[in-house]
């Protein structure tokens, strides 16, 4: 089984440009398995999580080849299983070097491993043990055979259950940085699930899908049911009409007055918790109360409007793409009663991931009371193509479907959607539009915006992972990088550096420079900092938002130990004839500096630009 045995520990820098990601460099120890799961396990794990696996080598005589494929195998497997936790890590692990072990099958490999700030390395160890145990129960049994649900037991209780909350990300999250990192966008975890895409000036802060020019008064309005149909009521907007209900007494009033049917629903959650719909009579009304008291003590009785809800999606203040929302449903075969059919589906979602299953809805109390109002017994048959929905309407609670109705959706929808997130001052809005008709006006059908969502899931459905390029290219103009230029040497390199400051200062007041133990601002006085280091320094400046141009000064070899803090070079100027004032071994060892030097220009010259 994989164990790292050393690591380096200061910090996740950039060492390999072919990883696309900082990394942290580890010599783990790597069993080689007698025996390789074949082809097709690889491709049906691959299908479950949705992504392409590299094959294992078959070259039983190759012991690198074999080791290598591997590696890669062990390393993709953890990568998947790590963003299911909301740790974005993409790039591929890079076998640097093996060596063995002397045990029979073991050997010694030092690997760059895609890393993040904030998450500790020892989160990769649970990841590898459990691709290892995966690939092993692969080799043992063919994909039929694996008895998965138990394999997803082990993954939830080892990975998911104790890291989810580390990663401090939302189901948002991994889509959204993917997207930045195909696009070769540069991203760093700043710790909590907060991310900082780009570097300075050409820099944004993004938080599950949230973005800083967010409103905090949109976030607390669009929490609470009751204050956003208000304020949206008073913009000439349409809204829900509905009445707080402290207490059964106030909710049977509130019916009433608006008339049958109605909804009950807490005024402060989301995701579908504690709402009923359709509610004719008091009976119904009495049950649906006490439900929504299990989520909340603040409860509104709302008069039901007619149609399904629509999400509209809002980035950058314009409407990006339109999803209709349906609830869980069996579909009838013409033989299979729908109890049969349920249970099927319950099978069904078992055999997923956990991560990607949706909740199951089996028989109870919700689905049969759905399936009375719609005429039907679990015992009956339905026909061929029928859809039988087992809940009202979809919420993440239980899941559902969603269609993708972005080319179907009415001016004056699209209009009401954007007028909503504008209101809110929300830059990313999900807007719920309850509508019989999306290709109708929303004047002209009575629909209503039922609920705006600050950070709305976004990447999780196809519609989203189709516009996801076309999001991140509104947050970003260019690839959200600065001009970095690097001065290596002594004093001299300082010099010109300091000569190359002072020339850019003319055409602009975010030029920057720093050394391990000096920063220049752009006005060209000292500039402050409670850091040590030029990796830290370099760190801090990246994240001021005034630094266009940054020029750095390496003078000591601690990249060697760190990495860089940044993913590319502008220029490389080297100052040969110096040595490093910092090197961090015996001063008076003058070969030993050289080396020093040229494996600092080394590291430099990976990620140099090229024309």
Known sequence: MPRIMERNAQRVGYRHPSIGQACLVATMALRLPSRQPTGGAIDHLGSLFGVKLPQAS?????????LRSHADLLGAIANVLLRACA??????????????????????????????????????????????KIVERLAADNECDVD??????????????PLQLLSGGG???????????????????????????????????????????????????????????????????????????????????????????????????????GVTIGIRDDKALVEAYAYARKASSNILVEGEVAGVCHRLMVAGGRFLYAVRRLPPHVEGDGHSSIKSLVERLSRERRLAPPWMQKPEVGLDAATRNELSRQGL???????????????????????????????QVHPDNIFLAEATARLLGLHNAGIDLISTDIGVAWHANEAVVNEVNFAPHFGGTMAARQRMGDFMEGLFDTDGRIPIEVFVGGEAALQHAMTRHASLAGSTRGCFLTSHATTLGGDGCAH???????????????????????????????????????????????????????????ATDQAALRGSMEQVRALLARFLERA
């Open 171 to 273: 189901v948002s999250t991994v889509p959204m940085l993917q997207t930045a990192f195909e696009k070769q966008i540069p991203f760093r975890h700043l710790g909590h699930g907060i991310y900082q895409l780009g570097w300075g000036a050409r820099s944004l802060l993004l938080n599950r899908s949230s973005l800083p020019s967010d409103s905090a008064t949109g976030l607390t309005t669009a929490g609470n049911k009751r204050v956003c149909a208000s304020m949206l009521r008073a913009a000439g907007l349409p809204a829900p009409r509905h009445l707080p209900a402290p207490n059964l007494e106030a909710a049977r009033k509130a019916a009433s007055s608006l008339g049958w049917p109605v909804v009950v629903k807490p005024e402060d959650r989301d995701r579908g918790e």
């Open 58 to 66: 078959a070259e039983q005589g190759e012991v690198s080849g074999r």
């Open 87 to 132: 740790i974005p890590l993409f790039g591929k692990p890079a076998l640097l070097a093996a060596s063995h072990s002397g045990d029979e099958g073991i050997w010694h490999a030092r690997i760059a491993l895609p890393a993040l700030d904030h998450i500790p390395p020892e989160v990769a160890v649970r990841a590898w043990l459990l691709a290892a």
């Open 377 to 407: 017994r679990p015992s009956d048959i339905p026909e061929l193509g029928r859809k039988v929905a087992l809940r009202g309407f979809e919420a993440p609670i239980w899941g559902g479907e969603t269609v993708d109705v972005t080319e």
């Open 528 to 586: 402050s900092l409670d850091k040590s280091g030029i990796f830290d320094r370099a760190s801090a400046l990246l994240l001021d938002r005034r630094l266009e141009h940054l020029l750095l000064v390496v003078q000591t070899d601690e990249l060697l130990q760190t990495g860089l803090p940044f993913d590319r070079i502008t220029r490389l100027e080297v100052h040969a004839q110096e040595t490093l004032s910092g090197f961090q071994g015996d």
């Open 148 to 161: 998965w649900a138990s394999l997803w037991t082990d993954v939830d209780r080892q990975l998911l259950q």
